[in-house]
């Protein structure tokens, strides 16, 4: 077959796979948004699950403190190396520490523990709903006439907002720490220094920006991760496999929500 031919066949291909594509993003984003609506009228019903989201937000944040500690405090070191060398070629390595504030608190910060925790955090919301799923559990609370939205989804969900802005904030003060480690070791700069670079170049609107950015993504990958998990079927294998796609989905949703929130928070800044 001429290949002008070929590529005439695979085209209705090409665009039948687009059309699915697009009609699965939509249904996916109105199904979620329908369970955001479920559980926002499920908060205000009593009784209120105070316990369970104080449970939540221990496993889903407190536990979470150490990946985002390590993550920001050798990303943090690594930026102070790589912008100390990169503007001592300028004669700027002395205000290192207005790079690394401004980066680390506006997006570094934020995103990276987002990343990470929200990966994390995501999948093993997945993995529980969904293995509750399969084994039938989800429709053993509906049958005693409970809600499993109220139940599993809302205090899940509220505690990965809330968890979220406090990780992103531990997470930008580390971060800026370690990048003092390095600034001071490799550049010889003072702490004196490059503390004062920091506290003159950042301030509450550019920490705003990015703590206001983490309350959304702690909500994307909360309500992702429930959402698959309602959503698992086929067994053991379909737990596993709807909790790899719940960590695909959070990444690329938190990285295009990071420019969407960034375009609309930015003319705040400053």
């Not at 990965?160 to 550049?187: K, N, R, S, W, Y």
């Not at 609309?264 to 400053?270: A, S």
Request: glycine fraction near 14%; charged fraction near 15%; charge should be neutral.
């Amino acid at each position: 077959m001429p290949r002008r031919d070929r590529a005439f066949h695979l085209l209705p291909e090409l665009l039948a796979g687009i059309g699915r594509g697009a009609l699965d993003f939509i249904e996916t984003f109105g199904a979620i948004s329908r369970l955001t609506g479920q559980m926002l009228r499920a908060f205000f019903v009593r009784p209120f699950e105070f316990r369970e989201t104080l449970r939540q937000l221990y496993a889903l944040g407190i536990q979470s403190v150490s990946i985002g500690f390590l993550t920001a405090l050798f990303t943090g070191a690594v930026m102070a190396l790589q912008f100390g060398w990169g503007l001592e070629r300028f004669g700027a390595a002395n205000y290192v520490g207005k790079v690394i504030s401004v980066g680390f608190v506006m997006e570094l910060g934020p995103v990276l523990t987002a990343l990470l925790v929200g990966g994390r955090v995501g999948a093993g919301i997945t993995a529980e709903l969904g293995s509750m799923n399969v084994t039938e559990q989800i429709d053993a609370i509906r049958a005693l006439g409970a809600d499993p939205v109220k139940k599993l989804v809302a205090p899940r969900v509220l505690a990965c907002t809330v968890a979220m802005p406090i990780l992103a904030l531990m997470a930008d003060v580390v971060g800026i720490i370690g990048g003092m480690f390095v600034a001071v070791a490799e550049q010889g700069l003072t702490t004196a220094w490059y503390m004062d670079q920091v506290l003159t170049t950042v301030d509450i609107s550019e920490v705003l920006h990015g703590l206001i950015k983490s309350v959304f993504f702690g909500y994307f990958f909360g309500i992702i991760g429930c959402f698959m998990g309602l959503q698992t079927r086929g067994g053991t294998e379909g737990v596993g496999r709807f909790t790899t796609r719940t960590v695909v989905i959070t990444s690329i949703t938190i990285l295009v929500g990071d420019f969407v929130l960034g375009k609309v928070l930015l003319p705040f800044v400053g």
